[in-house]
């Protein structure tokens, strides 16, 4: 079975512009979960979606948002980078609320 | 915030040897994770804990979870070249909104 897809792999922006980062989960799964992981640090939560609805966020700005469709995919999108916005943001899937979680590779994002 | 101490920052250790890593937490967790990161790719999960004072085995593998809540502990016998990477500690609080509170991670050198 396929693990969990994210898309693109790897992205370069500049400052000011807009990204959507696209995220498939296991199949059967109906969690999805964002994180941003910055160079020489551990992942930081971003959101959890589950069954279409936002169950939780973690300390962002109002820049990030995300939202989950009704076959259980992602997206992230973040307006008006910075070039601190530069890091891997990872996907993770889950069957349930409270399940174990799965990770995606990550895409990387670049900002200059 | 909730904190994650996790050390050591990082580790070179001759093959054969022995590995041991902890992690403290600020606050109390209902489950501990660990959790390898290889260049490239997303982080996968190698021991789940989910009771005080839990002790789990995976392989090679061995974690706790302390009696207080607040802290864990990852052990790798004989190590092997393959178990270069980087290792992190997680903390989560099912049930809420299931975020996970990630360490920064030991990072694992093998000298050959």
């Known amino acids: 079975d396929a693990g969990v897809t994210q898309s693109p792999t790897h992205l370069i922006k500049t400052r000011g512009q807009q990204v959507t980062l696209r995220c498939s989960p296991i199949s059967g799964h109906k969690s999805v979960s964002w994180y941003q992981q910055v160079l020489g640090q551990g992942p930081q939560f971003i959101f959890q979606y589950y069954e279409k609805e936002e169950r939780g966020r973690g300390n962002f700005p109002d820049r990030f948002s995300a939202r989950q469709f009704p076959n259980y995919s992602s997206e992230l999108n973040v307006n008006a980078l910075l070039l601190g916005d530069s890091a891997l943001y990872l996907c993770?899937?889950?069957?349930?609320?409270?399940?174990?979680?799965?990770f995606g590779p990550g895409t990387r994002l670049l900002v200059l | 915030g909730q904190q994650l101490n996790q050390s050591p920052q990082s580790m070179f250790i001759q093959e054969g040897e022995d590995v041991s890593m902890n992690c403290t937490s600020s606050?109390?967790?209902?489950?501990w994770l660990w959790y390898k990161q290889d260049p490239g790719e997303g982080p996968v999960l190698l021991i789940a804990l989910y009771k005080a004072g839990e002790l789990t085995s995976n392989g090679r593998l061995t974690a706790q979870f302390g009696i207080t809540r607040k802290d864990s502990f990852l052990n790798i016998s004989a190590s092997i070249p393959s178990d270069v990477g980087i290792y992190f500690c997680?903390?989560?609080?099912?049930?809420?909104?299931?975020?996970?509170?990630f360490g920064k991670g030991t990072r694992l050198h093998i000298l050959p």
């Open positions: 997680a903390g989560q609080l099912r049930g809420r909104d299931d975020k996970i509170i």
């Open positions: 606050s109390i967790f209902n489950t």
């Open positions: 993770a899937s889950s069957w349930a609320q409270g399940g174990t979680q799965y």
